[in-house]
Structure formats: structure tokens, C-alpha cells
């Protein structure tokens, strides 16, 4: 059974910095698409970033240069580092997989259950 289980999130600071982990178990995936997305109260989903097995990385215009996602493939992890953080940051975190995709920000099939990033201004 493929399961993915983030954890690192809480409440900072505007201008902090917070490390997502999202473990995958129940098979090898090494060659998924492995990517983050958020959900802001009252908002919808949406894609923060993805990182392909050749290394590849994806990110919506509002994190880059403030968020870096990488991926261990020996421990079926990947990470999202997230620096400066700002309030409009504050959201539920998705951890998200997948082996195919039809484009940059369409989400693959498996979800984590989600971490609550806080950010006070």
C-alpha cells in the first residue's frame, strides 16, 4: 500500500524557515514525479513544486527563490526547504507522487495527510 507521511511543519515567524519531509513507502519511487502543493483556508489546492527523477525542478512564481525541494531517493524522501517565509505561505502542505503527468501542475495520484505551515506576521 503506497503511503506518503510528511512531517516538519508548525508555526514561525515571517522571514523563517521551516524543512517539509514526506517519506513514501509501500514501493520504490525512484522514478515518480515527487512534488509539494498547499491549501490556504478558503482557497484551493494548488502546486508549490515537483521534482522529476532526472533532477529536474518545477516552481510556481511565488516560492522560487525562497523554497528548494530535493529528493533522496535511497530513503524514498523528499524535502521542501523554505526560507523567507511569509504570512500568505500559511497553509496545509501536500505531499504528492506520481509516475506520469500531463503537465508541470497536475497532481500525480498520491497524497499525504498534510502539515499546517503557520506563518505570523
Known amino acids: 500500500q503506497v503511503q506518503l507521511v510528511e512531517s516538519g511543519g508548525g508555526l514561525v515567524q515571517s522571514g523563517g524557515s521551516l524543512r517539509l519531509s514526506c517519506a513514501a513507502s509501500?514501493?520504490?519511487?525512484?522514478?515518480?514525479?515527487m512534488g509539494w502543493f498547499r491549501q490556504a483556508p478558503g482557497k484551493e489546492r494548488e502546486f508549490v513544486g515537483r521534482i522529476w527523477t532526472g533532477g529536474s525542478i518545477y516552481y510556481t512564481n511565488s516560492v522560487r527563490g525562497r523554497f528548494t525541494i530535493s529528493r533522496d531517493n535511497a530513503k524514498n524522501t523528499v524535502y521542501l526547504q523554505m526560507n523567507s517565509l511569509r504570512p500568505e505561505d500559511t497553509a496545509v502542505y501536500y505531499c504528492?507522487?506520481?509516475?506520469?503527468?500531463?503537465?508541470?501542475?497536475?497532481?500525480?495520484?498520491?497524497w499525504g495527510q498534510g502539515t499546517q505551515v503557520t506563518v505570523s506576521s
Open positions: 509501500g514501493r520504490t519511487f525512484t522514478n515518480d514525479i
Open positions: 504528492n507522487a506520481g509516475l506520469f503527468t500531463s503537465d508541470v501542475t497536475t497532481p500525480g495520484p498520491y
